[in-house]
Structures are given as C-alpha cells and as structure tokens.
C-alpha cells in the first residue's frame, strides 16, 4: 500500500511528505514543478525527497486527465491520497484568473475521478483554505459557518472544490476530509508569503507594503503542527451515516489571531534590522482578519497546535539565514 501526495514539492505537501517517510509509509508524489514562484525552491525540496527511499516522484500536472488516469493504473497499490497541489495566492487571482479553474476546479475533478479508480482507497484528504470564509464579520471562524459570499476568485475555486468533493462522496461513498489551512508559515515556506516577503525585503533593505494601513490580523499556523493535523486526519476516515455522505471538514489554524505588526516585530528582532513600511489600502479580495475555531479538529483528530510565533519566526528565519547563504 501507498500514499499519493500531489504538490509534493510545494510547501505543505514537502513537509507532509517528509513526515509520511520518517513513519515508514511509501510515498506516490507528483507535482508540475509551475513558475507561479521559484522553481529552484521546489526543485531544492524535491532533491530532498527523491534521495530518500520510499519515494516515487513523477513530474504531473493534476489538470491533465489522462496523465492521472494513467497514474491511477501504475499504481493501483494507492490507499490514501493527501491533495495538496493548487494554484495559491489570492493577489494572482486577479491576474491570472484561469490558473485557478485548471488547477483548482479541473485539478480537484481529476484526482476524484482518479479515486474512483483505486480499489484499495480507504481515505482522501484534501486542503481547503480559510479564505473560504471571505466576508464573514462573525470570529473565530467555524466550520459551521455559512461561506457562500467569497471575495476573492481563489476562495471561490476552494469552495468549489469542497462542494464538488461532497457530491463525489455522496454519489460514490468516497471517504473525504477538507481541511481549511489558515496562513501556514515555517522553513522552506512559500516566497508569496508575508513572514517569507518581509524577511527578504528587510534584509535587502527594501520597503515593505503593509495592507489597510497595518490593520491586519492573521492567525498565523507553523508548520510542524499542519503537518501533525494532516497525519492525524488521514488515519481517521469519515463514515456515512444518518444521509449524510462520508465527507467531514476541519479548520487547521493555531486558535490566535495576531496582529500583523506583532510579525513584523518578530521579524525586526531576529533579523537585527528595521522594517521601512510603506502603508496602504486594503488589497482587493483581501480580508481584515483571520481567526480559527479548531474544536471539532480537537475532538476528532486530537489537533493541538503547539507553536506561536514567538517560537515559529525565529526557526524560520534560521533556515532563510542558512538555504540563502545570508
């Protein structure tokens, strides 16, 4: 048996794949390897992986269907799957808005249909994203919420791949997880990302573009404890029950919502550097604040973040100090 992991080169997925890997399992791992940031990155994350045993890469794009169905075939020993590739980034929705319905929508149809192909798949787990919530005023943000008003392109498409896994469940009794990552930071992070962005611009001494004149709040997730929170679902597969298909969601976030300023802060200090901040209007799709209600993921998958960013910061800027040579 194994897991397939798409977006293994990415961020969540690299971690998530490395961690699957120290617990013995034999890891499927496929990614596109796209330009939306620095390849070398992914490529860097990925000469990692591909040196360890147990790890079977290959270069797909999830949009493509007959690449996935042939994939399916090659590898019918698949019993879980954690989909983690996506276009990202709700700024680039706004430039690139049909990245987001190949990847996203296409992206999310194809690895169900793939699922339909595998005799032996025992649990799909999918990543969802806070930004799902879009305008809500009511905090923190609850799985029970209603979100059908996105404000942003990118949320749309995650909510559509949460309404489109839902129906695959039902009509076909797929056992499914979304989960809903809020703003996850840490070593070998995304460059799109606000701990990730400032540190770069601070240290080249450049001007950093602060959003709605600093007053942002952000329920800012380390790593380590996704990582966690993505393993302990995928041991745990939803079951139908009551006319409810077998498809659950959960919100993957750290429970604090923290001032953007307190980041930037945190940033100054590790790096012995002030920030020269350029203020401004809040971005289109953007939202003020983010903030996680993580009980029913305490209650079902024992989730318990661990990390502030008191804590979090500084190891990632430990690792941007040593894979930069700064």
Request: with cysteine; hydrophobic share 40%.
């Amino acid at each position: 048996m194994s897991i397939l992991v798409t977006g293994a080169a990415g961020f969540i997925g690299f971690h998530v794949c490395q961690a699957l890997l120290d617990a013995g399992e034999a890891v499927v791992g496929i990614d596109n390897l796209n330009d939306y940031y620095d390849p070398s990155l992914k490529e860097a994350r990925l000469e990692l992986l591909t040196a360890r045993d147990g790890f079977d890469f290959h270069r797909l794009d999830i949009a493509e269907r007959d690449d996935m169905m042939a994939l399916a075939a090659r590898h019918e020993s698949i019993d879980r799957i954690v989909h983690l590739a996506a276009q990202a980034g709700v700024r680039y929705s706004l430039e690139n808005p049909h990245a987001y319905l190949r990847s996203n929508i296409d992206g999310q149809l194809n690895v169900l249909e793939m699922c339909r192909r595998l005799p032996d798949l025992k649990h799909f787990v999918f990543a969802s994203s806070s930004s799902v919530y879009g305008a809500n005023k009511d905090l923190p943000f609850a799985v029970k919420d209603r979100v059908d008003d996105p404000i942003s392109l990118y949320a749309a498409t995650k909510r559509s791949g949460e309404l489109i896994g839902n129906s695959y469940g039902r009509l076909y009794g797929i056992p499914m997880t979304g989960l809903r990552f809020f703003t996850v930071y840490g070593p070998w992070g995304r460059p799109d990302m606000a701990a990730f962005i400032f540190t770069r611009k601070i240290l080249a001494g450049e001007p950093i573009q602060v959003f709605n004149h600093g007053d942002m709040r952000r329920d800012f997730t380390y790593i380590d404890d996704i990582v966690a929170g993505v393993l302990a679902c995928l041991e745990k597969a939803p079951r139908a029950g009551d006319g409810a298909p077998p498809v659950r969601l959960y919100n993957l976030g750290n429970h604090r919502s923290e001032p953007l300023t307190d980041l930037i802060a945190l940033i100054e200090q590790e790096l012995g550097m002030a920030a020269e901040v350029e203020l401004l209007p809040m971005q289109p799709g953007d939202v003020q604040e983010t903030y996680a209600d993580i009980e029913t993921a305490r209650t079902d998958l024992g989730f318990s973040p661990s990390t502030n960013i008191a804590e979090g910061i500084p190891r990632f800027i430990k690792w941007y100090r040593e894979y930069y040579g700064v």
